[in-house]
């Protein structure tokens, strides 16, 4: 038990320690961006010993912009909760879910982020967080998929917040105004493409492609739930 206890006290301290630097970085990331000379200022800013700081962060500035980054899915998390119970369309919980996830974010750390992420070094793990972003959003939502559907999803929502995030980095009108308008015309695109791939599954060449490489696809499977482990999933041995 005492071990135990040590563990947690252990992770705490670490966690505490991470909220720290965030909070002690992002000042600093608008004019350094997300580099070691923000590192250093978010160490001295908050106090934060400068080995335990690059043990929370061993790779330096890469893991303080993608922690950053976490921690704005986790109050997307603690927010969005609540859209799966409302009465919106299905359509509808998707954008504003996608919507609450840009809005929390500040416009200034975006940017640094997105031109930080687009280094080919670091480009990996900015595909990487928005995946998980996707993933968060349909797992809100209750999704319950376990084949390629669930891939599919994911990728097409990537892409649909990727872009979004982009429109709304130069998007001036008032309240953003036109970066919802240009979401809701995504999720319309993403809708119709559903319905489109619904109908050709049931037509003869679908239900052919099925019976051949499409039974490759078929034994495609998420990656496991406990601390998606196997990513980026693995294919079922079934006959």
């Given at each position: 038990?005492?071990?135990?206890?040590?563990?947690?006290?252990?992770a705490?301290?670490?966690?505490?320690?991470?909220?720290?630097?965030i909070?002690a970085?992002?000042?600093?990331?608008?004019?350094?961006?997300?580099?070691?000379?923000?590192?250093?200022?978010a160490?001295?800013?908050?106090?934060?010993?400068?080995?335990?700081?690059?043990?929370?962060?061993?790779?330096?500035?890469?893991?303080?912009a993608?922690a950053?980054?976490?921690?704005?899915?986790?109050?997307?998390?603690?927010?969005?909760v609540s859209?799966?119970?409302?009465a919106l369309?299905?359509?509808?919980?998707?954008?504003?879910?996608?919507r609450?996830?840009?809005?929390g974010?500040?416009?200034?750390v975006?940017?640094?982020?997105?031109?930080?992420f687009?280094?080919?070094?670091?480009?990996?793990?900015?595909?990487?967080?928005?995946?998980?972003?996707?993933?968060?959003?349909?797992?809100?939502?209750g999704?319950?998929?376990?084949?390629?559907?669930?891939?599919?999803?994911?990728?097409?929502?990537?892409?649909?917040?990727?872009?979004?995030?982009l429109y709304?980095?130069?998007?001036?009108?008032?309240?953003?105004?036109?970066?919802?308008?240009?979401?809701?015309?995504?999720?319309?695109?993403?809708?119709?493409?559903?319905?489109?791939?619904?109908?050709?599954?049931?037509?003869a060449l679908?239900r052919a492609?099925?019976?051949?490489?499409g039974?490759?696809?078929?034994?495609?499977?998420?990656?496991a739930?406990?601390?998606?482990?196997?990513?980026?999933?693995?294919?079922?041995?079934?006959?």
């Open positions: 038990m005492p071990a135990t206890n040590a563990k947690k006290t252990e705490d301290h670490m966690a505490d320690a991470r909220a720290r630097l909070a970085a992002l000042p600093h990331v608008p004019f350094d961006g997300w580099s070691s000379a923000t590192l250093n200022a160490i001295a800013d908050s106090g934060v010993d400068a080995g335990l700081a690059r043990l929370v962060f061993p790779r330096g500035a890469l893991d303080l993608l950053q980054h976490e921690a704005g899915d986790a109050a997307l998390a603690a927010a969005g859209v799966k119970t409302s369309r299905y359509s509808e919980k998707v954008a504003r879910l996608v609450l996830r840009i809005e974010a500040d416009r200034e975006v940017r640094r982020g997105v031109t930080f687009a280094l080919p070094a670091h480009a990996a793990d900015g595909a990487a967080a928005i995946w998980r972003t996707a993933d968060l959003i349909w797992r809100l939502l999704d319950t998929s376990d084949d390629f559907n669930w891939y599919s999803k994911r990728t097409i929502l990537s892409a649909v917040y990727s872009s979004t995030l709304w980095l130069g998007d001036d009108s008032e309240g953003h105004a036109d970066t919802w308008a240009f979401l809701d015309r995504r999720i319309g695109d993403v809708m119709q493409f559903e319905k489109a791939k619904a109908g050709f599954t049931r037509s679908g492609l099925q019976r051949g490489p039974q490759v696809l078929e034994r495609l499977r998420a990656p739930e406990a601390g998606r482990a196997d990513l980026p999933g693995h294919l079922s041995r079934h006959d």
